[in-house]
């Protein structure tokens, strides 16, 4: 059992926690490296959530109060209409329970209260599973953004999004 939430600024300190943490635990698959982001005094997200940005929303799920997975959603200042995912992390004795999923159909939410139309994000070619945890939450390769990239592009329209609405 577990609740999704948005962060408020009284969280910024367990964000920080659990983001540290996916970068410790799982440094293959990020771009950023644990100990550079360990040393900064905020870490970006942080700065976002205490100051509750609109330039991003940072999304929560807790079991029994406990922060277990994390979803960055980047809102775009042009008029393309696109928000992109970022620092997506589950703990791994939570992986495989749907919790990544919920996060993103929240992500999902967030967007279709702006109008945004499609969703997108980056992940590293060598991040299999990652990548085929998106296409199963409804995101599709973009093949030629993505040709001479050390990441995969993947694109998700908002409106096309077949999420199952359980969860566990
Ligand atoms: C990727 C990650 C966030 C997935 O979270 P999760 O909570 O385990 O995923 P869910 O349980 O919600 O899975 C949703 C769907 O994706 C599939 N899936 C999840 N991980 C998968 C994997 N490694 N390989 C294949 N499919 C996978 C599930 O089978 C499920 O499919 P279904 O809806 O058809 O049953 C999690 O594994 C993680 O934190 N990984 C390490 C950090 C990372 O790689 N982050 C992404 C950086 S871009």
Redesign the pocket.
């Known amino acids: 059992m577990f609740q999704i939430r948005l962060f408020e600024p009284k969280d910024a300190k367990h964000y920080r926690s659990l983001r540290l943490e996916?970068l410790k635990t799982?440094p293959e698959?990020?771009d950023s490296k644990y100990q550079q982001q360990a040393e900064l005094d905020k870490l970006f997200f942080e700065k976002l959530i205490e100051s509750r940005s609109a330039k991003g929303k940072m999304v929560g799920a807790f079991a029994r109060n406990t922060l277990i997975?994390i979803c960055g959603v980047l809102f775009s200042a042009d008029a393309r209409q696109t928000a992109e995912i970022i620092q997506?992390?589950?703990k791994p004795d939570?992986?495989?329970?749907?919790?990544?999923?919920?996060l993103l159909t929240c992500a999902k939410g967030l967007c279709l209260d702006r109008s945004i139309e499609t969703l997108q994000?980056?992940?590293?070619k060598t991040?299999?599973?990652?990548a085929?945890?998106y296409e199963?939450?409804g995101f599709r390769v973009d093949e030629a953004l993505s040709q001479d990239l050390e990441n995969v592009v993947l694109n998700a329209v908002v409106d096309g999004f077949h999420f199952?609405q359980n969860s566990n």
């Open positions: 996916s799982y698959c990020f997975g997506m992390y589950v939570f992986q495989n329970k749907g919790v990544g999923k919920e994000l980056e992940v590293l991040n299999i599973g990652a085929k945890f199963a939450c199952s």
